[in-house]
């Protein structure tokens, strides 16, 4: 039921900017046409795009903030939400915590 | 003699009805919630549109490009490697294993961990090793990773917990004891969720979701709104969703507010003001799916209540859509045809910022 849902209505997650758009919802309290036009102005890309597989798969690569396959030395994980932080000028709680680890 | 169109009914069994049928039953569906709600019918507009997308061709219908959100779960990865009657399907595999499948195979925008049990009460003698399953998910995920768990506040009652029973009390005209034990037990409720996302939160996740809030009437409610307010003011940063059990909020102690309103008999688009005033990120109202009535009725009395909560709430709402609830049928395994037109409904008709 769940892969329905994601099917009629989702973002599709890091397949496309699903994950970023919700970050804005629950970071920002950003109702869903703003946390869109904020996160595809960061991206500089349509809000339209957001949801395009295609066109976030070579972006998220090029901007190195996680994608669903393995690609060399691309980011994954805590790295790849490290760039997400700064990409949309947010801190992300497992982020924080690997920082206060290393230091 | 008219075209028939194969629809469902709230248990999910197929039924065929004609459009004049179709815009009976939306009309009735949505009346039903304003009547109980107070709150304003679908528009002429809005009923034709629900009849469309009932009407669709297609078997999987979806909504118009641009128009996708981001959706929430609940129960986590249980629903792969439990098993409980349900809705698990008892595939043996890690929570990291259900949880990376979610993020890479399944296009999840969110994600959440959850214990077996699901409620926040037995997590307890066990947190350090939710701690651990949160870290090692944290360390090899990338979407938004939440910590979710019933509020359960039956768990607080004999013979499962330690305040005697509201409803055995009842049954003996003791109210007011009745009303102490759930106030009793709503402390506890408040302070066990606290203490379990304090070490959770240390832990790297994003944040919580309060899966059934008010699942136990008023109490149940209030401590979790209580709980909310303290997360929040100890951690500013984090995520919180909470998500509801029922469309109305039982009055099982009657007297309790919060925030100078009373919890008892709250609707969807009264509880979403309370939600925000706790300092939740996103509200999941939910809105019961009745199995003696048609998916048109379902779905528009669904999409009636939900749409009056998203105009209400200062916050992102993301509808409650599981089995049994914002008009998907009420079985294990909800037919595909009928998930997809209440979700392609419930975003473009009741306009909601998540599923």
Redesign the interface.
């Given at each position: 039921?769940?892969?329905?849902?994601?099917?009629?209505?989702?973002?599709?997650?890091?397949?496309a900017a699903?994950?970023l758009?919700?970050?804005m919802?629950?970071?920002k309290?950003?109702?869903?046409g703003e946390?869109k036009e904020y996160v595809a102005k960061k991206l500089n890309v349509d809000?339209?795009d957001?949801?395009d597989e295609h066109v976030m798969r070579e972006l998220r690569e090029e901007l190195d903030?996680?994608i669903?396959t393995s690609v060399p030395g691309a980011a994954?994980?805590?790295a790849?939400?490290m760039n997400?932080e700064k990409l949309l000028g947010i801190?992300?709680?497992?982020c924080e915590?690997?920082r206060k680890q290393i230091a | 003699m008219a075209a028939e169109y194969a629809l469902r009914m709230g248990d999910g069994k197929r039924i065929y009805l004609t459009e004049e049928k179709i815009l009976s039953e939306i009309e009735a569906g949505s009346g039903n919630a304003a009547d109980l709600g107070e709150i304003p019918d679908l528009s002429v507009d809005e009923i034709d549109k629900l009849a469309q997308i009932l009407m669709m061709p297609g078997k999987a219908v979806s909504v118009e490009h641009g128009m996708e959100v981001p959706v929430t779960h609940d129960i986590g990865t249980i629903r792969l490697d439990g098993d409980q009657g349900n809705s698990g399907v008892g595939i043996p595999s890690s929570r990291l294993v259900g949880c990376m499948m979610h993020e890479r195979a399944f296009g999840a925008d969110t994600m959440e961990l959850g214990h077996i049990d699901y409620s926040f009460k037995p997590v307890k003698p066990v947190v350090a090793n939710e701690c651990q399953a949160m870290e090692v998910c944290q360390q090899n995920m990338i979407i938004p990773l939440f910590y979710g768990a019933m509020p359960n506040m039956g768990l607080y009652y004999t013979p499962d917990g330690p305040f005697e029973n509201p409803g055995d009390l009842m049954k003996m005209f003791k109210i007011d004891k009745a009303r102490e034990s759930m106030e009793h037990a709503a402390e506890h409720l408040t302070r066990d969720t606290v203490w379990v996302m304090q070490k959770l939160f240390a832990s790297g996740a994003d944040g919580v979701n309060f899966d059934t809030t008010a699942a136990a009437g008023d109490a149940d409610m209030y401590g979790t709104l209580c709980a909310v307010e303290i997360l929040r003011t100890q951690f500013p940063d984090m995520y919180i969703e909470m998500g509801m059990a029922g469309e109305m909020v039982l009055g099982m102690h009657g007297e309790l507010e919060y925030d100078g309103v009373r919890l008892a008999g709250l609707w969807p688009h009264e509880q979403a003001p309370l939600a925000a005033q706790a300092g939740a990120n996103v509200f999941g109202p939910v809105v019961n799916t009745n199995t003696s009535k048609t998916s048109p009725w379902n779905l528009a009395r669904a999409v009636t209540f939900i749409k009056a909560a998203v105009e209400a709430s200062s916050i992102p709402c993301h509808v409650n859509m599981g089995m049994g609830v914002g008009g998907i049928p009420m079985l294990e395994t909800p037919p595909v045809d009928a998930v997809t037109r209440a979700s392609k409904a419930m975003v473009e008709i009741a306009g909601v910022d998540g599923i």
């Open positions: 039921m769940p892969i329905s849902h994601i099917m009629a209505s989702g973002m599709t997650g890091i397949r699903g994950d758009v919700a970050r919802e629950f970071s309290n950003m109702r869903i946390a809000a339209m957001l949801s903030i996680g669903i994954k994980s805590i790849a939400k997400i801190k992300i709680n497992s915590a690997f | -």
